[in-house]
């Protein structure tokens, strides 16, 4: 029997709802982290709202909302607090991570390297269906009395330890997409180790796959600390131990290292793989094998390294000892040197290639451009003198925005309409695609780059009402003109929801290789049949060496074919 037909005598329920398929499960990862993107997005709305028109009703909307976080439309400061606490939360766990990681991770892995499916393919089912619970049990908060958590994304002990009940939604939510994290991770790493093709060595593999891979293995490293760390806050508030509170014998600051050893790998577990995404669409628009190879696998490799060392950069206002500080400085500083390896290499690869200026390739190097602003600010960030002056200001708001929206999001942008041919068989509209570049480019830059200036202003970040600030009010226009281009901006995201949506039931119907790319995913029918191949290919030359003296024309032939 072939994958085709065991693929259709599944029943509806075990192909698309407990499918252990595992482009099955990327496409269920992609739809479940677009909708609570649009959940985040608009709680980020209201917090814009909030800090523009303070005192003012919220139209329309505030009417929507129950007593205890609006009043007459006006938001409560209590509401204000869980706002930014949710918005943070759900973008970073539930938006981010589950796109490029759950998504293109459980999509992209199998068919990069030859295999049938992930090792653990009832594990992989596993992996997502622990993210549905979760995220229920988070916005469980928004409809009890005591209101959902408000700790702030961080949630720095001692008051996430007397916070309402909802803060224990926030940490047994968190716990369960940790474990999500580990049982995906595990999968990711045994699928790359034992079921690459014949002649798939590692150094043949594509940076999508390196990305992945690195960035399983923190994950993997990382995630325990983390959901160790819920656990203890958990017994704190629920079981009387005095972990991270100083009256019973606990140290406070314990949390912010358990915290931040996790969350600055985690930074680079949300970038890591738009590194590679990037590395391969632009590859593969500029008709040029990318610059560099194994200087970019080593660059990601050294990232990674450094990234779990850096942690205490976070803290320099903690009472840190100022050797101690120092060490943390240098180290960031250091972890610039791959990064701008890798952006150098981006730029080799452009150079006198012939570039073709498609909606992926668009969204590839605006997330190149993106991410090189928001290493500049962390360099800032990194020395201690500096970030003493605007730490928690809004230029840090500024910096985490263009590291994780403008470079993970244009990552995620760029490698859905990449692989979207492959996972649905059609194509987007490419007049589309580029609207929603160019409106998502402009309102996204009008939108976070003047924060850096109300940050050097003095503005703190989650303040209420930041014209109670005399030393404030001259910068109020700033912050009606970012609520603006907010909107602007979640309205400019319309034209990507007509085009995926649209496109897949009227796209144009994608051939094998629309794009005439050089990975294997690209040799299998679109969208690929259950099991992925017939028969295991044997590699004998890796996806970035078609353009060696000699070998352009065997290659151009071969996808002309």
Sequence with gaps: MSHEQGDKEMSFIRKYIFSTDHKIIGIQFLFTALFMMAIGGFLAMLIRWQLAFPGKPVPILGSLFPNNMMVGGVMLPEFYTALFTMHGTLMIFFVVIPLLVGTFGNYLIPL??????????????????????????MLAGFFIESGAPSAGWTSYAPLSAIEPFSQNLWLISLFLVGASSIMGAVNYITTILNLRAPGMTFFRMPLTIWSLFITAILVLLATPVLASALAMLLLDRVAGSTFFLSEGGGQTLLWQHLFWFYSHPAVYIMILPAMGVTSDIISVFSRKPIF?????AYAMMTIALLGFLVWGHHMFQSGMNPTLGTTFLVSTMVIAVPSAIKTFNWLGTLWRGSIRFTTPMLNAIAFVSMFVIGGLSGIFLASTPVDIFVHDTYFVVAHLHYVL????????????SYWYPKMFGRMMNERLGKIHFFATFITYNCTFFPMHILGIGGMMRRIYDPTQYAHLQHLQPINVFITYSAFALVLSQIPFLINFFGSLFRGEKASTNPWQANTLEWTLPSPPVHGNY???????HGPYEYSLPGREKDWLAQNEE
């Design 534 to 540: 017939e028969t295991i290919p044997t590699i004998y």
């Design 292 to 296: 560099g190879y194994h200087s970019m």
């Design 112 to 137: 990069q390297i030859g295999a049938r499916d992930m090792a653990f393919p009832t594990l992989n089912m596993f992996s997502y269906w622990l993210i549905p619970p979760a995220a229920v049990i």
């Design 405 to 416: 929206f403008g470079g993970s999001l244009f990552g995620i942008f760029a490698g859905i």
